[in-house]
């Protein structure tokens, strides 16, 4: 993406790479008057990892409170970005949430809700009927509505980063696989292109952070998964569209298959609502695309959720994408410093819910990168959680 060759120059930060996570990390960084370099793999844009796709959701409702506590400062930051680049981010939809009265996720989330200022709005079996007509709660469930959530223009949004990013004189090089990191007071960094020297490293590298991670004698419990992203048919189109102030959701473990289902209105494409399973199979992500015979078990699953829960949908899914999700063993972040490289900072395994949060995450590795004291908590993100597996000393 970009023609200049700094190879010879030193950076402040070098941020391996460019999806969401680095993106924000480096528009950070260039807010802090921070000299910085962004390397990517593939050529820009690109749709081989966890960042790409017209929409993600975002909600303030969570299990966890220090999730609930980032959403706030991810609402703030995400109007700040329209505001700066004047463009589109986000709509506001809300979100609806809904699974067996005696759920214990959607029970957390009421409780978090509540203490967060943003309570839930509780919907009887007839207030859902009246506001969804094409929706069948089942006997036992309950359901309540997100006020605040909505949807995130997630293409539209890393793009706009990455342009602000470079208009305040960030680097951005594409096309530059690293092939080697020499940790030190100056860290090296080298690609088939160069090598680059920066006083401090961020590696947000989604499904290929252990292949990086591998050149400084680390690897973190991360699983990669290859998830199947679902359109699917409305027989009457804009039954559950956008412009007919239809919600995202979320269906928690509705199947009873330990995974709950998500969805958004129609509107990327015409007549079709994205609704997928928040699971799949274990990938390498560099073999993504090699798929077995027959129909997913998740994309079965989805039609008899479809059958059972969105009448106004056919049950075959029209288009089937694909993303990857970087997984930890209790799908919370790693946001961390390298246990014996102090100035290499590691941002992974977000588990696929990390977009919404990624202007929060962003700015809390740039304070790990610059010494700072990060501006939420970190203790649940720390990787001494896990038994972290350290390799002989380099």
Partial sequence: MDVTNPSNSCYDTIVLGAGIQGSFTAYHLAKNKRRTLLIEQFILPHSRGSSHGQTRITRMGYQEDYYTRMMKD???L??????????????????????KNDDKQLGK?????KHSGNPPEILTHDDFTRKFPDVSLQPGEVAFMDKVAGVLYANQALLTVQKLFQDMGGVIRDREKVIDIQPGNLVTVKTASGAYKAKSLVITAGPWTNSVLNQIALQLPLKTLRINVCYWKEKVAGTYGLSHNFPCFIGSDVCNTGHDIYGLPSNEYPGLMKICYHSGEESDPEKRDIIGRGTPQDIKILGEFIKKYFPGLESEPAVVESCMYTCTPDNNFILDCHPVHENIIIGAGFSGHGFKLSPVVGKILCELSMGKTPSHDISPFKMNRFSVKLKSAL
Avoid: D, N, P
């Fill in 74 to 76: 991810c609402f703030t």
């Fill in 78 to 99: 995400w109007a700040q970005l329209e505001s700066e680049a004047k463009v589109k981010i986000y709509s506001h939809t809300g979100l609806l949430l809904f699974g």
């Fill in 109 to 113: 989330i009421q409780r978090t809700m």
